[in-house]
């Protein structure tokens, strides 16, 4: 006998993967459609007047989600602007394919898109990363500069937020690469719907709660134009043993994926984990933790001939880091502070003249105290802060830097 839809009695033609309700291709989408509208709402992801760049990499997820969004727009009247977004990481014979989809793409929903390369950006494609690197590392200097590409392409955009097209089995396979790694601190944030908050730019997962195998049935049964061809450079082979884990486990219990993101939900971290302290890349403006941000640590290594440098072990690589940053400014002065006034308010052990100093390191231990002077410029804030981090973040606007591309209107 053919099944019924269990919503409207007519026909069914699928199982949905989350619930195992068998529905009809119109329950089906009014179902998918809906859920993401009470994920948006309930998560507060938009307000009204709000520019959103969708980023858009031509694969099914972005492309569901560019093609949700306008829609639920346009139904539930949200009255956000939203534009399309997509990093060229420059991979011959992928990426270049990819985004012509997404050409095609912002035709079809009538969306602009702005597409930000890696070469623009960094002076590298990933074709001349890999010919440098080789194949284990590739997709770390990849996520990292992406990372990175995104945020800038959204400031360019003047957008209010990015959301990505990440959905729950991602978010599910993140959680067990970082409970395998013991990363608390990825841990703690990598099942929040909205992130950087506190930095960058804010970004949302709309499809937190999605499963790619109904994302999949939604762009094949709404016949949406999507590319799936997999990465050329694609080992990653550690969120590729976590994927094969999640998909075993759906099988024997569909809920697993959503069970997996609310343990990683619930998770608290002891009082006493030190987690990292947010600062500002001294070299580019960026957030990070550390005083240079991993893509500079990146790009120093790619352009110095040693692409090590940004894999390697992290106290290595901000010691060799800070070793270059000493040459380029002249080597440190540590002759020990006299300015006795002055040492009272800053907690720095090592201090030179202090109304001279201006190569600041901080203490990622201390966020209240500067560890490292150098004499070359006057100091940017004369060590009289109880928290230079707070000072250099308002000083340096983001990418502040850098040199500013021209910024687009829509
Ligand atoms: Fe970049 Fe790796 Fe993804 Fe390819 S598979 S696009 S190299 S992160
Ligand atoms: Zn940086």
């Not at 993401?36 to 990499?57: C, D, P, W, Y």
């Not at 597409?115 to 074709?127: A, K």
């Not at 240079?292 to 106290?315: Q, W």
Request: aromatic content about 8%; glycine content about 8%.
């Amino acid at each position: 006998m053919p099944a019924i839809c269990t919503v409207c009695s007519k026909g069914a033609i699928l199982k949905r993967p989350k619930t195992g309700n068998a529905l009809c291709k119109e329950c089906f989408f009014h179902a998918f459609e809906e859920e993401i509208h009470h994920t948006i709402v309930h998560a507060e992801l938009f307000k009204r007047n709000e520019t959103i760049a969708i980023g858009a990499s031509g694969g099914k997820d972005s492309t569901v989600l560019a093609y949700v969004l306008k829609l639920l727009n346009d139904r539930h009247d949200y009255g956000v602007n939203l534009v399309l977004l997509s990093v060229d990481e420059g991979i011959t014979g992928y990426r270049d394919d990819s985004l012509e989809t997404v050409k095609r793409n912002q035709e079809q929903y009538g969306l602009p898109l702005k597409i930000i390369s890696y070469e623009e950006l960094y002076g590298w494609t990933m074709d001349a990363i890999v010919k440098q690197i080789g194949l284990k590392n590739n997709c770390t200097f990849c996520g990292v500069f992406r990372r990175q590409a995104l945020d800038r392409g959204a400031l360019m955009l003047k957008v209010d937020k990015i959301a990505t097209g990440h959905n729950a089995d991602d978010i599910a396979e993140t959680v067990i690469m970082n409970v395998l790694r013991g990363d608390i601190g990825r841990l703690r944030r990598c099942t929040a719907i909205t992130t950087g908050t506190d930095g960058a730019l804010p970004r949302c997962k709309p499809f937190k709660y999605t499963y790619e195998k109904e994302i999949v049935m939604y762009a094949y049964f709404k016949k949406l134009d999507y590319f799936s061809t997999e990465c050329i450079y694609s080992p990653n082979a550690y969120r590729g043993f976590a994927r094969a884990y999640i998909k075993d486990v759906e099988k024997i219990r569909p809920s697993a994926i959503i069970d997996i993101i609310h343990s990683g939900e619930s998770l608290s971290v002891k009082k006493d984990i030190r987690l990292p302290v947010q600062g500002v890349c001294e070299r580019c403006g960026y957030i990070s933790s550390n005083a240079v941000c991993k893509a500079c640590v990146m790009l120093e290594g790619l352009n110095k001939g040693l692409p090590r440098l940004g894999i390697g072990k992290t106290h290595k690589e901000r010691r060799k880091m800070q070793e270059m940053l000493q040459q380029e400014t002249g080597a440190a002065d540590s002759t020990p502070c006299t300015d006795q006034s002055l040492k009272s308010s800053c907690k720095c052990e090592n201090k030179t003249d202090q109304s001279e100093c201006s190569s600041q390191t901080y203490d990622s231990d201390n966020a209240s105290g500067c560890s490292t002077y150098s004499k070359s410029q006057k100091c940017k804030d004369g060590c009289s802060s109880t928290n230079p981090r707070t000072v250099a973040k308002e000083k340096l606007s983001i990418f502040g830097k850098l040199k500013q591309p021209p910024s687009i209107d829509f």
